[in-house]
């Protein structure tokens, strides 16, 4: 089917960047909207940014201005440019894909939703 690897997370201190990447693979028939969740210690899972394919954005108030979502079709990739971190962005970041797979030829079933595996972001000084 389709998967979604992760990568780029790691900690820096606050005020700092870092650039999330998310490449899917498999047997993708199409991608449509892409996008980035985070989930904290106990707190729910939410939306941090989304990209449909067409490259229209929408970002969680929280991260405007500083967090910045952008996708490479041809690559099946989608990143997000973190900028001016704070302490408070400190999660796990979740990759999400609405794609399709190739199934049986030319037959496809989707769209599906699918996570990566997660990537550990941690700001501190």
């Known amino acids: 089917q389709v998967q979604l690897v992760e990568s780029g997370g790691g900690l820096v201190q606050p005020g700092g960047s870092l650039r999330l990447s998310c490449a899917a693979s498999?047997?993708?028939?199409?991608?449509?909207?892409m996008g980035w969740y985070r989930q904290a210690p106990g707190k729910q899972r939410e939306l941090v940014a989304a990209i449909t394919a067409g490259g229209i954005t929408n970002y969680a108030d929280s991260v405007k201005g500083r967090f910045t979502i952008s996708r490479d079709n041809a690559k099946n990739t989608v990143y997000l440019q973190m900028n001016s971190l704070k302490p408070e962005d400190a999660a796990v970041y979740y990759c999400n894909a609405d794609a399709a797979y190739l199934y049986s030829g030319s037959s496809y079933s989707g769209p599906h939703d699918y996570w990566g595996q997660g990537t550990q972001v941690t700001v501190a000084s």
């Open positions: 498999g047997s993708i028939f199409s991608i449509h909207a």
